[in-house]
């Protein structure tokens, strides 16, 4: 087996691309939920379900378009797509979870 040689996981082209569209897409969402939260009860619920769906769009067109403009292979794609947006998403609602336990304390 010297000759044998399993390269590591590797990413796909434009990685860090991927994640700055995340990183900037999970940061306008939880500033414009938190400012929504501020505006009372109901609005920041709203909010909260528009820019998620917004949010749920706006990363399947971009892996469209990701899919459109570089080959990449599939199997890759998909681990690192969902990667970042299970990431993203539960970053987001530890966020939110943490800013309505701090309302509910008051």
């Given at each position: 087996?010297?000759?044998?040689?399993?390269?590591?996981?590797?990413?796909?082209?434009?990685?860090?691309?991927?994640?700055?569209?995340?990183?900037?897409?999970?940061?306008?969402?939880?500033?414009?939920?938190?400012?929504?939260?501020?505006?009372?009860?109901?609005?920041?619920?709203?909010?909260?379900?528009?820019?998620?769906?917004?949010?749920?769009?706006?990363c399947?067109?971009?892996?469209?378009?990701?899919?459109?403009?570089?080959?990449?292979?599939?199997?890759?794609?998909?681990?690192?797509?969902?990667?970042?947006?299970?990431?993203?998403?539960?970053?987001?609602?530890?966020?939110?979870?943490?800013?309505?336990?701090l309302?509910?304390?008051?």
């Open positions: 087996m010297a000759g044998y040689y399993h390269a590591p996981f590797e990413l796909v082209p434009h990685f860090w691309l991927m994640f700055a569209f995340y990183a900037v897409l999970t940061l306008v969402l939880v500033t414009t939920i938190s400012l929504g939260q501020s505006w009372g009860d109901g609005a920041g619920a709203q909010f909260f379900l528009i820019f998620t769906i917004v949010k749920l769009l706006a399947m067109g971009f892996a469209l378009f990701y899919l459109h403009a570089y080959t990449a292979n599939s199997a890759h794609f998909l681990v690192c797509f969902f990667y970042l947006y299970l990431l993203n998403t539960v970053f987001e609602v530890y966020i939110l979870l943490s800013n309505l336990r309302q509910n304390k008051t």
